[in-house]
C-alpha cells in the first residue's frame, strides 16, 4: 500500500513571513546541496535553519489554535 502525502503551500501570514518563508527555502536548498556533497552546512547557517524550522512548527500550532479559536462558538 502506497501513501500519498498531499503539502500545501502556507501563504505568508502573521506567523510566518514571507520572508522567513523565503529564508527557509533558502537555506533548505543550501542544505540539500551540501547533503547531495556529503558535506554539511556551516555553522551559522545549521543554526539559522534550524531556528527556522522551529519558528515554523510553532507558527504552525499557532495558526491552528486561531483557527480552532474561530471554529469553537
Given amino acids: 500500500m502506497t501513501k500519498t502525502m498531499i503539502l500545501q503551500r502556507i501563504q505568508p501570514d502573521s506567523f510566518f513571513s514571507a520572508e522567513q518563508q523565503q529564508k527557509l527555502m533558502q537555506l533548505m536548498a ?27 512548527l510553532l507558527s504552525s500550532a499557532a495558526r491552528t489554535a ?8
Fill in 66 to 73: 486561531a483557527i480552532l479559536d474561530d471554529l469553537t462558538p
Fill in 30 to 56: 543550501e542544505w540539500r546541496r551540501e547533503r547531495d556533497q556529503g558535506q554539511s552546512l556551516p555553522a551559522q547557517a545549521q543554526h539559522d535553519l534550524e531556528a527556522l524550522v522551529k519558528a515554523e
